[in-house]
């Protein structure tokens, strides 16, 4: 898939990692280092422009590594970026740790996963098709 970009950024474009990667790991694009506190919540820029194919999203996801080790996460995860959107990549990171997190310019903060989107169309019903679990809801299959 091609999906043309304009890079703002004073990093390189973002990229995966290794050859088995899914996702492709974007980069904080600030001037001054945020200190992100405790149950704090932050915009993070990233300089990144996107001119995504028709059906097909971007998504921004957590990086692994700085939720099991820092507490850091995606609030909104995974964020979606439509294939309409022309703004600014933008990620909404929460510190879910008791220490304060500094996010420096040139951080690896989140990664981005393309995926095709398959539009529906709705048929009315009366009646849904009758399943084992029916309308059970959470937690209703148990632990085991």
Do not use: C
């Amino acid at each position: 898939m091609i999906v043309e970009i304009i890079n703002k950024s004073k990093h390189p474009n973002p990229s995966y990692k290794t050859h088995g990667s899914s996702g492709l790991d974007i980069r904080a694009n600030i001037e001054n280092s945020i200190n992100l506190r405790s149950m704090e919540r932050a915009v993070i820029p990233t300089g990144i422009y996107l001119d995504i194919p028709e059906n097909t999203e971007a998504q921004i996801r957590p990086r692994s590594g700085l939720a099991l080790k820092s507490g850091i996460t995606v609030l909104n995860t995974p964020g979606t970026i439509d294939s309409d959107y022309r703004g600014e990549v933008a990620v909404i990171l929460i510190n879910l740790s008791k220490e304060v997190f500094i996010i420096n310019d040139g951080d690896r903060i989140a990664q981005m996963v393309f995926s095709k989107v398959e539009k529906i169309n709705w048929r009315e019903k009366k009646i849904l098709t009758k399943t084992e679990r029916g309308s059970g809801g959470f937690g209703s299959t148990g632990t085991k």
